[in-house]
């Protein structure tokens, strides 16, 4: 049965608000009008952490990961005292990752520094492109030359973990500018970054308007030449679109590909959530508004079933280049979860782990079809 005690706890902090929403963008996010009510919101945040301490109380949290929207539009003082609510009330591992989300339009010196300041030890920059033409397409809020100045300002300040989110194949983007994208993030030598793909999501503005998009052969060559790229940059790929310098893989994302337990708090916010006997996914209201009303309500709390989780823990961990031990499979699931894995997805698994053989984890969303069936 489920072993909670061995499964890695992270804490999910979601701030839903940005300057801007991004033509592309599906996530919980809304423009920003009239004044940030930071104080507030983080109150809010607070009464949500304290009431789901209880669930977790005999466990190390590993990992906390602020995202958005645009958790950089808020101060480190306000941060300050939201941190100091997670101390008081979980159990931090010596070496917990926190990481916080930025958009390089948000970027000020003083701010940045506080962040030091308060214990946030790893930024997640969402640069896209160093290409002002294509950042003006992708309704970004930033120019190019402040995305590489706030990487270079947050080197200096001293954040040694530092991502950089990147996009390819964009409306009207040829190879050389893919590269030249891959060129300049890796020049500035972050040790992670994550290179992703443009897709057009339902409920986004592409979505009613789409941009033309590279041709599907072109995109093609983009992705292997710029996974030739990287890779001889000495960036590894550990997730479908996370690369990383040895040692520095996201804990926090990590632990959600290893179908790991997190606590989500916030607007919006997903959390996962191992029980003795059940596990449990849980959803806050989506509306800021509504979630402050009652920060600790759930808009969703549901089991996952037994029927699901073959498909659930594969693709979590199927993500992964080096996947999950089975013996990780097991004290997250149940011991017939591996069994049902195994028995449909044999001939493209390595033997002795739940990974995709190398020829495979192309195709991952292919496989994982035959999960459903
Ligand atoms: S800044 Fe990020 S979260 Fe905000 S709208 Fe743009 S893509 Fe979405």
Same mark, same amino acid.
């Given at each position: 049965?489920?072993?909670?005690?061995?499964?890695?706890?992270?804490?999910?902090?979601?701030?839903?608000?940005?300057?801007?929403?991004?033509?592309?963008?599906?996530? &919980?996010?809304?423009?920003?009008?009239?004044? $940030?009510?930071?104080?507030?919101?983080?109150?809010?945040?607070?009464?949500?952490?304290?009431?789901?301490?209880?669930?977790?109380?005999?466990?190390?949290?590993?990992?906390?990961?602020?995202?958005?929207?645009?958790?950089?539009?808020?101060?480190?003082?306000?941060?300050?005292?939201?941190?100091?609510?997670?101390?008081?009330?979980?159990?931090?591992?010596?070496?917990?990752?926190?990481?916080?989300?930025?958009?390089?339009?948000?970027?000020?010196?003083?701010?940045?520094?506080?962040?030091?300041?308060?214990?946030?030890?790893?930024?997640?920059?969402?640069?896209?492109?160093?290409?002002?033409?294509?950042?003006?397409?992708?309704?970004?809020?930033?120019? #190019?030359?402040? #995305?590489?100045?706030?990487?270079?300002?947050?080197?200096?300040?001293?954040?040694?973990?530092?991502?950089?989110?990147?996009?390819?194949?964009?409306?009207?983007?040829?190879?050389?500018?893919?590269?030249?994208?891959?060129?300049?993030?890796?020049?500035? !030598?972050?040790?992670?970054?994550?290179?992703?793909?443009?897709?057009?999501?339902?409920?986004?503005?592409?979505?009613?308007?789409?941009? !033309?998009?590279? !041709?599907?052969?072109?995109?093609?060559?983009?992705?292997?030449?710029?996974? #030739?790229?990287?890779?001889?940059?000495?960036?590894?790929?550990?997730?479908?679109?996370?690369? !990383?310098?040895?040692?520095?893989?996201?804990?926090? &994302?990590?632990?959600? +590909?290893?179908?790991?337990?997190?606590?989500?708090?916030? #607007?919006?916010?997903?959390?996962?959530?191992?029980?003795?006997?059940?596990?449990?996914?849980?959803?806050?209201?989506?509306?800021?508004?509504?979630?402050? /009303?009652?920060? $600790?309500?759930?808009?969703?709390?549901?089991?996952?079933?037994?029927?699901?989780?073959?498909?659930?823990?594969? /693709?979590?961990?199927?993500?992964?280049?080096?996947?999950?031990? +089975?013996?990780?499979?097991?004290?997250?699931?149940?011991?017939?979860?591996?069994?049902?894995?195994?028995?449909?997805?044999?001939?493209? $698994?390595?033997?002795?782990?739940?990974?995709?053989?190398?020829?495979?984890?192309?195709?991952?969303?292919?496989?994982?079809?035959?999960? $459903?069936?």
């Amino acid at each position: 049965m489920y072993k909670p005690e061995r499964i890695p706890l992270g804490i999910y902090v979601h701030f839903p608000w940005c300057i801007a929403k991004c033509p592309y963008c599906d996530f &919980n996010s809304h423009q920003l009008r009239g004044a $940030l009510p930071a104080e507030a919101y983080v109150e809010s945040l607070c009464q949500d952490l304290i009431s789901q301490a209880g669930n977790v109380s005999d466990r190390e949290v590993t990992s906390i990961f602020m995202g958005g929207g645009t958790p950089s539009l808020f101060g480190a003082d306000v941060l300050c005292h939201l941190m100091t609510t997670i101390k008081q009330h979980y159990q931090l591992a010596s070496h917990v990752e926190i990481t916080i989300e930025a958009n390089p339009g948000t970027f000020e010196v003083d701010r940045f520094a506080g962040y030091v300041d308060v214990g946030i030890n790893r930024l997640s920059i969402g640069v896209q492109s160093f290409c002002d033409q294509m950042l003006k397409k992708l309704g970004r809020v930033h120019c #190019a030359s402040e #995305a590489y100045d706030a990487v270079t300002q947050a080197k200096r300040l001293g954040f040694n973990h530092i991502n950089v989110d990147i996009m390819y194949a964009l409306s009207g983007q040829s190879i050389d500018g893919m590269l030249q994208d891959l060129e300049v993030a890796c020049q500035l !030598s972050p040790d992670h970054l994550s290179w992703y793909e443009l897709t057009i999501e339902p409920r986004t503005a592409y979505y009613k308007r789409p941009p !033309s998009l590279p !041709s599907s052969e072109l995109k093609d060559d983009m992705t292997d030449l710029g996974l #030739a790229y990287l890779a001889k940059q000495g960036y590894e790929r550990y997730e479908i679109s996370a690369f !990383s310098t040895p040692g520095s893989q996201c804990v926090h &994302n990590s632990n959600t +590909w290893q179908f790991g337990d997190y606590i989500g708090v916030g #607007a919006g916010a997903c959390g996962k959530l191992t029980m003795a006997s059940q596990i449990y996914r849980t959803q806050k209201q989506s509306s800021p508004k509504l979630y402050q /009303l009652n920060p $600790l309500a759930y808009a969703k709390r549901e089991l996952v079933s037994h029927d699901r989780l073959a498909f659930e823990v594969a /693709l979590c961990g199927l993500r992964l280049v080096d996947g999950m031990s +089975w013996d990780d499979v097991t004290s997250r699931s149940l011991p017939i979860t591996g069994m049902e894995i195994r028995s449909k997805l044999a001939s493209v $698994l390595v033997p002795d782990r739940l990974q995709f053989k190398p020829e495979a984890f192309h195709y991952y969303n292919e496989h994982l079809v035959a999960l $459903l069936s």
